[in-house]
């Protein structure tokens, strides 16, 4: 990062619905804040609207008019087409695109970006790492460009970050040099940013929660109330807190109670995307890629992919059946298991025992 009187440059990679809303944010507290550069390049993968570029509409209008229509992006947020061209002065880069672009995202940018950069992932999701396991994304940011990665999730539904309505959200960050600088380019009057050192639970808490909300839209799709939502959503936590337990021990339980855990667990279960799509996939019995595609305009679902990238880990290791709803969320997704088998699968749960001693 630049020291003394020199001023941060930011770079935001990516402007889908969560990029756009963020980089309302980041533009607004860059512009205002003396160590940040006002100048904020946003990476827009470039595809033409109704003839013209979306880089050119965004720069023109100041407006993402297909990921987030209706909310004015500030002046000095300039969209770039050419991603290293976007990254290559950058002193911070804040990664916020669908997950699985992330590997070919950091190869692009190996070698291009500055040595003394430092990295905040707003991405939700894992990668399949060789030997059968997974990848954290901030791992891989670290390990493919050789920066720091510090992590934010939350209870984060962008329309509303985008509306300015209040929540919390959650950063994960080791480096105690850093965190006050990240903090400052994020908080808000109406974003409220709480900073933990546990990292690793804290993305990890951001990636499972999808799987969850996945469930919670099936058990909508199959006609069940809050009472079973409420029970899909315990359950869920129960595994991502053991998730954590058996593959990242050292975490702290402390970690759940924040934005990135229970509360980004209920918003999900609620108002996300996965649930939407989920819910569909029940009452239309059509594909979740066909779904995807018809009901989200562009706009990416993280779900269902990590359901499949876990469960590739917990069949590795021969441990699907200590992660039951983990497991049944990525069988229903592939057609091995009906919707309906959902029920059992929560029925039959683990969690169920007489915990007196
Ligand atoms: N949308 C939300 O409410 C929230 C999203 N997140 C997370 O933020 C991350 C990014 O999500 P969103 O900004 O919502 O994205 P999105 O779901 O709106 O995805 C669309 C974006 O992907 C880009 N894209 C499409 N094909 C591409 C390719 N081949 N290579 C690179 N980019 C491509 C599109 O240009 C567009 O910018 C995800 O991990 C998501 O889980 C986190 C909190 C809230
Ligand atoms: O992560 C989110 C809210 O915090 C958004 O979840 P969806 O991707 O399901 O909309």
């Known amino acids: 990062m630049a020291e003394g009187q020199i001023k941060n440059r930011v770079c935001i990679v ?12 980041v533009g607004r507290n860059a512009a205002r804040l003396p160590n940040f550069e006002d100048r904020v390049t946003m990476w827009v993968y470039e595809e033409m609207i109704e003839g013209k570029k979306l880089t050119e509409i965004i720069n023109e209008t ?25 990254a290559k002065d950058a002193d911070l880069l804040i990664f916020v695109v669908p997950h699985q672009f992330v590997r070919t995202i ?12 430092a990295a905040l992932s707003l991405i939700k999701g894992f990668d399949i790492a060789e030997g059968g ?36 959200t959650t950063i994960g960050c080791r480096d105690v040099m850093l965190a006050p600088m990240m903090r400052d380019i994020i908080q808000t009057e109406y974003f409220r940013v709480v900073v933990v050192d546990d990292e690793d639970a804290v993305e990890i808490c951001g990636a499972l929660k999808n799987i969850v909300a996945v469930g919670a839209g099936f058990v909508d799709g199959l ?44 918003t999900t279960c609620y108002g996300g995307r996965n649930r939407r799509v989920a819910e569909a996939f ?13 009901m989200l305009n562009g706009q990416k679902l993280q779900g269902p992919i990590t359901a499949e990238e876990v469960n590739h880990m917990l069949a590795n290791k021969n441990m699907e059946n200590k992660f039951p ?16 088998d959902f029920i059992d699968c929560i029925r039959s749960h683990p969690e169920h025992m007489v915990r007196v001693a």
């Open 14 to 25: 990516g402007s889908g619905n969560w990029g756009s809303a963020i980089a309302k944010i």
């Open 62 to 86: 100041h407006e993402n008019v297909k990921y987030l229509p209706g909310h004015k992006l500030p002046a000095n947020v300039v969209a770039v087409p050419e991603l290293v061209d976007a």
């Open 106 to 117: 950091c190869s692009t940018l190996l070698g291009k970006i500055k040595p003394t950069a």
């Open 133 to 168: 396991g997974i990848d954290l994304i901030s791992h891989i940011i670290t390990r493919c460009l050789k920066i720091p990665c510090a992590v934010l999730m939350g209870a984060n539904i962008a329309s509303e970050v985008a509306e300015e309505k209040f929540c919390e």
């Open 223 to 266: 006609g069940f109330g809050d009472n079973t939502k409420a029970a899909v959503i315990r359950l869920g936590l129960m595994e991502m807190i053991k998730f954590v337990d058996v593959f990242y021990p050292g975490s702290k339980l402390s970690t759940f109670f924040e934005s990135c855990g229970v509360a980004d667990l209920i």
């Open 282 to 294: 029940v009452k239309t019995g059509r594909s979740i890629k066909e779904l995807e595609d018809e």
């Open 325 to 340: 709803l983990f497991t049944a969320v990525f069988r229903i997704c592939r057609g091995e298991l009906k919707p309906s």
